[in-house]
């Protein structure tokens, strides 16, 4: 495995790699890796000849008041969990590698951005998908690996590839969460123990929404309530509980087939989110 930090390096390496005939995988992330992270990778180095993961704290997708200075930066580590896991090549660039001048050039998605997290996080997908773009033209992948934890990031990526023709596949993986439950992330280091105990509200009120809608309950408001109820005893703040068209990520107000069911909350100062995927004939 090689790690390398400049566009030419990268562009060289993958040339190569598609020379010999391979299949090129990306798997682009902020790095502090986790097994969630893991379990994209793996998928990659299953499938494709060629595996790049991208590290990067992509700094156009934090607000001002956000924790872009703080957030964990644990290159060696990752190096070490990539090359077990059989990766090829990370690309480290900073971000003046990536901006060098100012950027004047944005891509952008409507209506599937304006909701949910892009509400409250101005700006944050309009860098999410430029940089995605930046990476899919440097890499020039088959196929780029996100993990559904990140459900509406992953519903933008799949929706500006199809609009703008974008030449590689998109592979959503399904999400890793530690043995109580907890969707793993990056920031659940910033949680203390107290706090982290309490975090296991999320998924508990996802879980509770699945059971409701298995046993016959289709009214998304009541749904929604009783989630709200489940995060509000750990004194979760709420920034928004949905239930939506998994493809689209339109509200849905009466439940007649498969849901996505959301939650996004700030616990002490760590804003978590997760998601459930819901069939009507889920068990
Ligand atoms: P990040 O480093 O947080 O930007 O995440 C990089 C990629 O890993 C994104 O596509 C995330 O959705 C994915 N990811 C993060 N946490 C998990 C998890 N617990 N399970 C599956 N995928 C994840």
């Known amino acids: 495995m090689i790690i390398v930090h400049t566009i030419d390096e990268v562009r060289q390496a993958v040339q190569a790699a598609r020379k010999a005939g391979g299949r090129i995988g990306l798997v682009p992330t902020m790095g502090a890796l986790h097994a969630g992270h893991g379990s994209l990778i793996e998928q990659s180095v299953a499938e494709c000849d060629f595996t790049v993961v991208s590290i990067f704290v992509n700094p156009t997708q934090f607000g001002p008041t956000e924790d872009l200075d703080k957030y964990p930066r644990t290159l060696d580590a990752d190096a070490a969990y990539c090359e077990q896991l ?3 090549l990370i690309f480290a ?3 003046d590698e990536m901006y060098p001048a100012e950027q004047w050039t944005w891509v952008m998605t409507e209506n599937i951005t304006e909701g949910l997290c892009g509400a409250n996080r101005p700006g944050h997908f309009r860098g999410v998908t430029t ?4 990476l899919f033209n440097i890499v020039q992948a088959d196929i780029a690996y996100f993990g559904q934890k990140d459900a509406q990031q992953a519903a933008v990526i799949r929706r500006m590839v199809t609009d703008l023709n974008m030449p590689l596949e998109i592979c959503v993986c399904p999400i890793v969460r530690e043995d109580d439950g907890l969707a793993m992330s990056s920031r659940n280091r910033y949680l203390s123990a107290d706090e982290r105990k309490r975090a296991l509200c999320l998924s508990q009120a996802l879980t509770h929404c699945k059971e409701q809608v298995v046993a016959g309950k289709t009214e998304s408001a009541a749904l929604i ?6 995060l509000e005893q750990q004194s979760a703040e709420i920034d928004y509980v949905s239930i939506v068209d998994p493809d689209t990520l339109e ?6 087939g498969p849901v996505l069911a959301l939650v996004a909350v700030t616990i002490g100062k760590t804003r978590l989110i997760d998601n459930l995927l819901i069939g009507l004939n889920d068990n």
């Open 251 to 256: 509200p849905v107000e009466q439940i007649a």
């Open 86 to 88: 059989g990766s090829d």
């Open 225 to 230: 309530a009783e989630m709200m109820a489940i």
């Open 131 to 134: 940089v995605c773009t930046k």
């Open 93 to 95: 660039p900073s971000a």
